[in-house]
């Protein structure tokens, strides 16, 4: 949920899963999600948008995959498919995988060829495991690791733009 803060900002609340699928080195996420706004200068109906990716990993550290972004302002009154916006496009992971929840860490190998759950944010239930057999604190298993994400999105629409950089560096901690 959002609140504006500034006068005449729409406040809204936004809900939708995270969906993810690993399958040896492939590794799919989906996040569609629905937004409503509410308030002053709300506007009508119910926006649809949706974040996709799907990657393999190359070697430890170093993943290729591809991203879509998109959005329909109102669902119940779709615009047509030009005037709504998509992209896609490959992109380069360097470091862990951020928000991947299949990622080595050293129990796997004291406890044999098995990878540990890793959400990305807050807790992470994959480490509960490492802590209970001496490994590392939850959270711990990634603080100071960076990773980088470089890519460029093509837009599919009229309304997108025709090209754009993707740069995200960060680091958990």
């Known amino acids: 949920m ?14 939708g899963p995270i969906l993810s699928l690993d399958a040896g080195r492939w590794s799919m996420v989906l996040n569609p999600f629905l937004e409503k706004s509410f308030g002053e200068n709300r506007e009508d109906g119910v926006a649809f948008a949706y974040a996709f990716r799907a990657s393999y990993e190359i070697a430890e550290k170093l993943s290729v995959g591809i991203e879509g972004y998109g959005e329909v302002e109102n669902i119940a009154d779709a615009p047509p498919a030009s005037e709504q916006t998509h992209r896609i496009g490959p992109v380069i ?3 862990h995988m951020h928000g991947a929840r299949r990622h080595r860490h050293s129990v796997a190998a004291a406890h044999g060829p098995h990878d540990e759950a890793h959400h990305g944010h807050g807790d992470h239930a994959g480490h509960a495991h490492a802590a209970a057999h001496g490994g590392p604190a939850p959270g711990a298993a990634h603080a100071g690791d960076w990773h980088a994400e470089i ?3 093509f837009g599919l629409t009229e ?3 025709d090209a754009a950089l993707k740069f995200n560096v960060g680091t958990d901690f």
């Open 93 to 95: 992971y360097l470091g």
């Open 2 to 15: 959002s609140a504006g803060l500034d006068s005449g900002a729409s406040n809204f609340v936004e809900f």
């Open 159 to 161: 309304a997108t733009p």
């Open 151 to 153: 890519g460029v999105l």
